[in-house]
């Protein structure tokens, strides 16, 4: 799951051709390869997968939170056809990755770049920049879009940034991450296809160092935390899906385990508003406060008492804006949160 394309500008996602019943891959046929297995055995369970949905159901029918079309008043009802896509299920991605990793062994090609080239390149070199700040001390709301100069004070501090990408797809971001002098380097997906491929073109352009699972961020098996947490169209597919807005939950579940305290989330989404995804941390933040709280844990047994919550710390402001109803906006939004220290 790497993402969504951008469509064209005369064009919305419920245009698209839906892909027909032969060109999907079923589930119960994919077949699973055994390192993929070795997952569960390696990284252990934290949650029971059933477990997960249930308290994302249940959490969706009382909490009475929003789903992230709602967030703008001023949008029109969405029909079903354009908040459920192909693009939601597993069964698209097994097949696209397979057609892309079948024309890779064929030809050499490395397969799309989700949101394109010029936006995985802002989304790089602006994390890079968003790093070195929090590495310098210089934690602050608002930061300078990319520096146009190298920035060189700092590099040495990115060895120490160990980077999630969720939904990795051909893997082609971490590679770029890896350009700009990061290191520490996991990219996970659901679909083993992706991961293949991403393996593949890893080797081939000598970036053997980069880690690739296949995982699925709703039901993740990693035990692990990240100082940084990349999603690059990851949450857009998510929403697609019918039970769209309880995996969204899910997904929120899961990914404020992964990110480490202190840590940030940079989300890059097409489906989404800068201020929309801010509105679902806070709906996240809000349902967290929420929960009961654990049993008292002896003094010299405290680790941290409060749930773990996200506050927004930046976003980029490079990409091209357009003019719609009266409303400036970009097609494409990029959107940094931080982990609270306390949790």
């Known amino acids: 799951m790497a ?37 569960k055995s390696d990284y252990g369970s934290t949650l029971d997968d059933d477990q997960r949905h249930a308290d994302a159901s249940e959490a969706l029918s ?16 969405p029909d079903a056809e354009t908040v459920t896509s192909m693009l939601g299920h597993q069964s698209y991605w097994d097949a696209a990755y397979a057609d892309e990793l079948a024309n890779f062994r064929e030809h050499g090609h490395a397969g799309e770049v989700w949101f394109g080239a010029d936006v995985m390149d ?10 070195i700040e929090i590495s ?50 996991t990219g996970t997906d659901y679909s083993e296809g992706a ?8 080797d081939r352009d000598g970036f053997t160092n980069i880690k690739f699972l296949v995982d699925d961020i709703l039901e993740t098996k990693l035990d692990r935390q990240f100082r940084l947490i990349m999603d690059k169209g990851t949450l857009d597919a998510i929403g697609l899906h019918p039970d769209g807005s309880v995996k969204r939950i899910m997904y929120w579940d899961s990914v404020s385990r992964l990110v480490a305290p202190g840590g940030i989330l940079v989300i890059t989404s097409c489906n989404n508003t800068k201020d929309e995804l801010v509105q679902e941390v806070d709906n996240f933040n809000q349902r967290m406060a929420g ?13 941290c008492k409060d749930p773990p919550s996200f506050r927004y710390l930046s976003h980029v402001r490079s990409y091209p804006t357009f003019m719609f109803g009266g409303a400036v906006g970009s097609r494409v939004a990029t959107v940094a949160f931080l982990r609270s220290w306390n949790s």
């Not at 991961?195 to 890893?202: C, D, K, P, V, Y």
């Not at 654990?294 to 010299?300: V, Y």
């Open 3 to 39: 993402g969504i394309r951008i469509p064209p500008e005369d064009s919305d996602l419920s245009q698209s051709r839906a892909p027909a019943a032969s060109d999907l891959v079923s589930d119960d046929e994919r077949s699973v390869a055994a390192d993929s297995w070795s997952i």
């Open 62 to 77: 009382v909490g009475n939170f929003r789903a992230s079309s709602d967030y703008s008043s001023d949008k029109e009802e």
């Open 122 to 131: 802002i989304v790089a070199s602006w994390t890079k920049s968003l790093c």
């Open 136 to 185: 310098d001390g210089h934690l602050v709301n608002h930061i300078d879009d990319v520096k146009t100069e190298p920035v060189e004070q700092g590099d040495k501090d990115l060895s120490c940034w160990s980077i999630l990408d969720i939904g990795t797809g051909n893997g082609l971001l971490l590679q770029e991450l890896a350009k700009q002098g990061f290191s520490d380097l």
């Open 195 to 202: 991961i293949n491929l991403a393996r593949s073109l890893a």
């Open 291 to 303: 929960l009961p709280q654990e049993p008292e844990i002896p003094k010299d047994q405290e680790v």
